[in-house]
């Protein structure tokens, strides 16, 4: 039976700071900091939105947080500049890792799937723009179900779609919230450490395996 490989997007194949440069013309040495709140804004509103069942897109929750961000920092962003910026969010790049370790994945037989909290369309368009469009098969995104990561309802229709056994199902994941979801609904899910100092949520619930780098999950999953 073949292995269903499903990839978080923002934060495990594409660098969601990678806004910054944009940034930094607009907020100068205050870029880093906007681009963190952003981005931890973006993600409590989903899960607000979840909660509430209240939904709303991801872009919508995207431009939400960007105006908090900008509020919360006196930056006094006009709505120009502010739609720059949500621009700037579909054509962020891939982590330097991305294309080489997909190229030996898909090579190896497995199926590569990205899944999402962004719209199909927000997705395809910034995988098109990173150029690793080609290495997928059809965009699996939450906004059909109308909630978001980690709400269970997301992962069994990963399951679903890609039309495997859970056990040949994986997450590839930098999000620990992600990886709790996926293994709480019966996948298998790969903990993408990025960063050293960031921490997995002491849950109780482990990842199925930890990686360092993108590179090193070939090696691990076998073919």
């Not at 500049?81 to 497995?110: F, I």
């Not at 990025?194 to 990842?207: E, H, L, N, T, Y």
Request: with cysteine; net charge negative.
């Amino acid at each position: 039976m073949s292995t269903a490989l499903a990839f978080d997007i923002y934060g495990t194949l594409i660098d969601p700071h990678g806004v910054v440069t944009e940034l930094q013309q607009q907020v100068g040495d205050a870029a880093a900091e906007f681009s963190r709140v952003w981005r931890e804004k973006q993600l409590e509103y989903t899960w607000r939105r979840s909660l509430m069942q209240r939904y709303r897109n991801f872009g919508v929750c995207t431009r939400q947080a960007l105006d908090y961000t900008d509020r919360l920092l006196q930056t006094e962003l006009n709505d120009s500049v502010k739609d720059s910026l949500m621009q700037a969010y579909r054509t962020l790049p891939a982590y330097d890792d991305v294309p080489a370790s997909l190229e030996l994945l898909k090579n190896a037989g497995h199926r590569l799937y990205p899944f999402s909290n962004g719209t199909v369309d927000m997705v395809s368009a910034v995988l098109e723009h990173a150029g690793i469009d080609h290495f997928f098969e059809e965009v699996i995104s939450v906004d059909g179900l109308q909630t978001f990561k980690p709400d269970p309802e997301v992962y069994r229709h990963v399951i679903k779609v890609t039309d495997v056994d859970p056990g040949s199902c994986w997450l590839v994941s930098s999000n620990g919230f992600d990886v709790i979801g996926a293994v709480s609904a019966g996948m298998k899910a790969a903990w993408l450490k990025r960063f050293d100092g960031v921490v997995f949520d002491p849950w109780d619930i482990d990842p199925t395996l930890v990686i360092r780098k993108l590179g090193e999950l070939p090696h691990q999953i076998g073919s």
